[in-house]
């Protein structure tokens, strides 16, 4: 059974840095992509940033050049550094474990989620 356990979220004032990290466990973690969505008050869940098996990346424009998702394959962790962060950033941020190696911007590729963790940003 896959789990993702999160941490690291917070309060930040604007333009500040926060760092979220997910651990998985239960799937041969390098071969597959991992993900982060976030999802703020009244909102639809909205993609934020992808890393390939092989190490591949994309990201929502919004976050692009703000934001860096990384993955350490002997930790089974995948990261996601956030700096010069906006109020707009504000929402709870999910982990998402991918369906295969590859894995774009719909939910649909990714089958397991994190219990999400709050991340705000002070104006």
């Known amino acids: 059974q896959v789990q993702l356990v999160e941490s690291g979220g917070g309060l930040v004032q604007a333009g500040g840095s926060l760092r979220l990290s997910c651990a998985a466990s239960?799937?041969?973690?390098?071969?597959?992509?991992m993900g982060w969505f976030r999802q703020a008050p009244g909102k639809e869940r909205e993609f934020v940033a992808t890393?390939?098996?092989?190490?591949?990346?994309g990201y929502a424009d919004s976050v692009k050049g703000r934001f860096t998702i990384s993955r350490d394959n002997a930790k089974n962790t995948v990261y996601l550094q956030m700096n010069s962060l906006k109020p707009e950033d504000t929402a709870v941020y999910y982990c998402a474990h991918g369906i295969r190696g590859y894995s774009n911007d719909r939910v649909r590729d990714y089958d397991v989620w994190g219990q999400g963790t709050q991340v705000t940003v002070s104006s």
């Open positions: 239960g799937r041969t973690f390098s071969n597959y992509a």
């Open positions: 890393i390939w098996s092989g190490g591949s990346t």
